[in-house]
C-alpha cells in the first residue's frame, strides 16, 4: 500500500530534480530514473500489468515522445542561423527557458520509457515463473 502514495512523491521529486538540473548536479537522465523507480516500486506492489493499466501514456509511445522532444530542441538553433543543438534561450516571466531545458525534459521521457520497458519485461517474465 505504501507505493500507491510512494509513486507520486517519487514523481514530483522526479520533476524537481529535472528542474533544478541544469545549473546543479541533476536533470533529466537522474529525474528520469527516479521517476522510473516510483513506477517498478508500484510494480513490485502490484505487478506489471496493474502498472501499465494506471499509466496515462504507455511506454513506447513515452519513448516516442522522449525523443521527439530532445530531436527537437536541435533544430531551434538552424532556425536562426547557428548550429545544430546550439543553445537558444528565452526570458518568460522572469524565468529563463532554453533549449537545454527541453533537452533534458527529452532525455526524462526516454530513459522513464527505456527502463520501464525493460522492467516490464523482467516483471512479466517473473510473473510467469510464479
Known amino acids: 500500500m505504501a507505493a ?3 509513486k507520486p512523491m517519487l514523481l514530483i521529486l522526479s520533476l524537481y530534480v529535472l528542474y533544478r538540473g541544469h545549473n546543479v548536479p541533476g536533470g533529466g537522465f537522474i529525474g528520469g530514473l527516479m521517476a ?4 517498478i516500486l508500484y510494480m513490485m506492489a502490484f505487478g ?3 502498472t501499465v493499466e494506471q499509466m ?3 511506454p513506447f509511445a513515452l519513448m516516442a ?3 521527439t522532444v530532445a530531436l527537437t530542441s ?4 538552424p532556425l536562426i542561423g547557428e548550429l545544430f543543438m546550439a543553445g537558444q534561450w528565452i526570458s518568460v516571466l522572469g524565468v529563463k527557458l532554453g533549449t537545454p531545458t527541453l533537452f533534458d525534459v527529452g ?7 527505456v527502463i520501464l520497458v525493460i522492467m516490464i519485461a523482467i516483471f512479466e517474465n517473473l510473473e510467469t515463473w510464479n
Open 4 to 6: 500507491r502514495y510512494l
Open 36 to 39: 522510473a523507480s516510483g513506477y
Open 48 to 50: 506489471a500489468k496493474a
Open 56 to 58: 496515462w501514456i504507455k
Open 65 to 67: 515522445l522522449g525523443l
Open 74 to 77: 536541435g533544430f531551434f538553433g
Open 107 to 113: 532525455v526524462y521521457l526516454t530513459v522513464i520509457a
